[in-house]
């Protein structure tokens, strides 16, 4: 069947280093996808979302990647800090389904 | 705009109870969703609304479980005879959809901790 999955469940990073997390999806149709983080003990908070008619969007120190190609999503950090650790889900929006999340942690 | 809230943020009950959750959306807000997560998963999709009508319901959504949204604005998540499974957190989220066809953010409350022992 049609999924929204994430490749990594853990991602440690440095401080200050770039963070890449990635999103596989399989539904064609798909054209909407969010990031979403979400920190201990809170709901989800959206970060940035791509419509299917991008292949790229900036946002204030992330960037999403969307190749429709290999229907693969991702999304990049810049210079992360202790305050990005959190878990980061894509989510299809069409279907509203989330994947099992990426861990993201910071190392100071 | 005080953002989505949900109540109660916990609740504790014994297997077999009934449980009612609520939530209250943004304002402006025409849908409603509800979402389960349990730990180390993402949220699972149950239900959601377009303003008072409950547009489509997951299969996880079992017999025990329903929602209502009866003015369009709060909704109430209920799940009868409670069983240890249903053990979670159960989130709600709303969007601002005006046209019905395009897709938008949706925003998170922070969610009601349900342990049934």
């Known amino acids: 069947g049609e999924s929204v999955g994430l490749h990594l469940p853990t991602l440690s990073v440095q401080e200050g280093d770039n963070s890449i997390i990635n999103c596989a999806y399989s539904?064609?149709?798909?054209?909407?996808f969010i990031w979403y983080k979400q920190e201990s003990g809170k709901g989800p908070q959206f970060i940035i979302d791509?419509?299917?008619?991008?292949d790229k969007r900036q946002g204030q120190r992330v960037t999403v990647l969307l190749n429709k190609t290999v229907k693969h999503l991702s999304l990049q950090i810049a210079a992360t800090q202790p305050g990005d650790s959190a878990v980061y889900f894509c989510?299809?929006?069409?279907?509203?389904?989330f994947g099992a999340g990426t861990r993201l942690t910071v190392k100071p | 705009d005080t953002g989505v809230s949900q109540n109660p943020r916990h609740k504790i009950t014994k297997r077999g109870q009934n449980v009612t959750f609520r939530c209250d959306p943004i304002?402006?807000?025409?849908?409603l969703y509800w979402y389960r997560q349990t730990l180390g998963q993402g949220p699972e999709f149950l239900t959601y609304?377009?303003?008072?009508?409950?547009?489509?319901k997951s299969r996880l959504l079992s017999d025990r479980f329903s929602a209502e949204r009866p003015k369009g604005s709060f909704s109430t998540l209920e799940i009868q005879r409670t069983e240890q499974g249903d053990s979670a957190m159960y989130l709600c989220?709303?969007?601002?959809?005006?046209?019905?066809?395009?897709?938008?953010?949706?925003?998170f409350g922070p969610g009601t901790r349900l342990t049934v022992l």
């Open positions: 989220a709303s969007s601002r959809d005006p046209l019905g066809l395009i897709n938008n953010e949706q925003f």
């Open positions: 304002s402006e807000h025409n849908r």
């Open positions: 609304f377009q303003n008072e009508a409950q547009l489509e």
């Open positions: 989510a299809e929006n069409n279907d509203m389904r």
């Open positions: 791509i419509r299917s008619n991008m």
């Open positions: 539904n064609s149709a798909s054209d909407y």
